[in-house]
């Protein structure tokens, strides 16, 4: 059971550039979620899926694209690299139950540490 | 709109010295309440939470209580060891949503 997985680990990208960060998931959950943690900021959602088939924009969205690729894989691209994207991408997941979501923990994959020059 | 609002770090302790990391939250309707612990290269990962107001979360000593009337969710520990430093987010899950908004982080540092 390796919960959640993301890759790469580290991606060093040129402005303009495109890259797409793969996450899946094996405990069977509904809802995932891709953040950035930048310094000071905390997590910040940039998109999510509540469920298989559909995904809905987070606080930060510009800039970023998703694909719930089936109920286990959910990734994020980036089709034109800024500097300003340079951050620690965390993808998560949680059992999201209709009405019941909110009380769910999230569980959280190890990171991607993206630099964009 | 819903936010949450932590102290800001870095916190720093001697081993044994009691703990806490403040958390006030701004929210409609009736959120859960989270915290997470993130160590050094890692992700996130739930420590404790609170679906109601009055519950008490706890987890390896750390103990945080809804209160609804003052809005806070504040994290304590009796004492802390080197090994609890780390950075540690309050959340609250928007009811009748799938979103969660978290805090900018508090990084504790335990000097033995």
């Known amino acids: 059971n390796a919960g959640v997985t993301q890759t790469p680990k580290f991606q060093v990208l040129k402005t303009g550039q495109s890259m797409t960060l793969q996450c899946a998931q094996d405990?069977?959950?509904?809802?995932m979620y891709w953040y950035r943690q930048d310094p000071g900021m905390g997590l910040r959602l940039i998109y999510y899926s509540a469920s298989e088939g559909t995904t809905d924009k987070g606080e930060v969205p510009n800039g970023y694209n998703v694909s719930r690729l089936n109920k286990r894989e959910f990734s994020l691209r980036l089709e034109s690299a800024a500097p300003s994207q340079t951050s620690v991408y965390f993808c998560?997941?949680?059992?999201?139950?209709?009405?019941?979501?909110?009380?769910?923990?999230?569980?959280f994959g190890p990171g991607t540490r993206l630099t964009v020059l | 709109g819903d936010s949450v609002t932590q102290m800001e770090g870095p916190v720093t302790l001697s081993e044994e010295a009691f703990l806490t990391i403040n958390c006030t939250y701004t929210?409609?309707?009736?959120?859960?309440l989270f915290w997470y612990v993130q160590y050094p290269g890692e992700g996130l990962q739930l420590l404790l939470k609170?679906?109601?107001?009055?519950d008490k979360g706890s987890n390896k000593g750390f103990e945080a209580t809804y209160r609804k009337e003052t809005t806070s969710f504040h994290l304590e520990k009796g004492s802390v060891q080197v090994s609890d430093s780390a950075v540690y987010f309050c959340a609250l899950g928007i009811s009748g949503t799938y979103k969660y908004i978290f805090g900018t982080g508090t990084r504790l540092k335990v000097l033995a």
């Open positions: 998560a997941s949680s059992e999201g139950a209709s009405g019941a979501s909110s009380y769910n923990e999230q569980f």
């Open positions: 405990m069977n959950h509904n809802s």
């Open positions: 609170a679906t109601k107001a009055d």
């Open positions: 929210a409609t309707g009736y959120p859960s």
